[in-house]
T-cell receptor
Framework: AQSVAQPEDQVNVAEGNPLTVKCTYS??????LFWYVQYPNRGLQFLLK??????LVKGSYGFEAEFNKSQTSFHLKKPSALVSDSALYFC?????????????FGSGTRLLVRP | GAGVSQSPSNKVTEKGKDVELRCDPI?????LYWYRQSLGQGLEFLIY????????KSGLPSDRFSAERTGGSVSTLTIQRTQQEDSAVYLC?????????????FGPGTRLTVT
């Protein structure tokens, strides 16, 4: 069965430092991978996706993610964190064989950027 | 343009009552999804609508849950005889089917509290 794991409930980083939010997945075939961010009392906002092509994907707000097929990972990164990046981040996968395109989400990682 | 809207934003109901949650997708988006976000957990898929096709109901947790989509646009999620474990944020998302964009656009959610 398809699944997504976000091993860290929370990541703490100082403003200006690089950040990484980890995600690993399990899916048959080639996955479609996504990152979403959720600010308090708001819905999820799309950050970036990997479908095919270059393993390094760039997205909104300076975020990027690297697809690593051998490690089945899709970690989210940013070179220099901002306090405003503090939010809940979700990794998601879509099984390319699933015609509904529904997303399987990880449990989320709370990012806290301290000034 | 307008995003996905959901109403009400908050709903408090007594155990055993029925509730209806509404979703207005982005205009022109033929694919519509409902997800549930329980406290401390990720999002779980509930149901998927695509055009006039039969919905994918594989994620509905019990027969107390049902959903419909009228005219290919607005959708209503109904929970009958609510239970305390139904307390969660219910998120609706839509997608422009027939494109290679794949990403889903989420509404702000309805926070349901069953007392």
């Amino acid at each position: 069965a398809q699944s997504v794991a976000q091993p860290e409930d929370q990541v703490n980083v100082a403003e200006g430092n690089p950040l990484t939010v980890k995600c690993t997945y399990s899916v048959s075939g080639n996955p479609y991978l996504f990152w979403y961010v959720q600010y308090p009392n708001r819905g999820l906002q799309f950050l970036l996706k990997y479908i095919t092509g270059d393993n390094l994907v760039k997205g909104s707000y300076g975020f990027e993610a690297e697809f690593n097929k051998s490690q089945t990972s899709f970690h989210l990164k940013k070179p220099s964190a901002l306090v405003s990046d503090s939010a809940l981040y979700f990794c998601a996968v879509r099984d390319p064989m699933d015609s509904s395109y529904k997303l399987i989400f990880g449990s989320g990682t709370r990012l806290l950027v301290r000034p | 343009g307008a995003g996905v809207s959901q109403s009400p934003s908050n709903k408090v109901t007594e155990k055993g009552k029925d509730v209806e949650l509404r979703c207005d997708p982005i205009s022109g988006h033929t694919a519509l999804y409902w997800y549930r976000q329980s406290l401390g957990q990720g999002l779980e898929f509930l149901i998927y609508f695509q055009g006039n096709s039969a919905p994918d109901k594989s994620g509905l947790p019990s027969d107390r849950f049902s959903a419909e989509r009228t005219g290919g646009s607005v959708s209503t999620l109904t929970i009958q005889r609510t239970q305390q474990e139904d307390s969660a944020v219910y998120l609706c998302a839509s997608r422009l089917a027939g494109t290679v964009s794949y990403e889903q656009y989420f509404g702000p959610g309805t926070r349901l509290t069953v007392t």
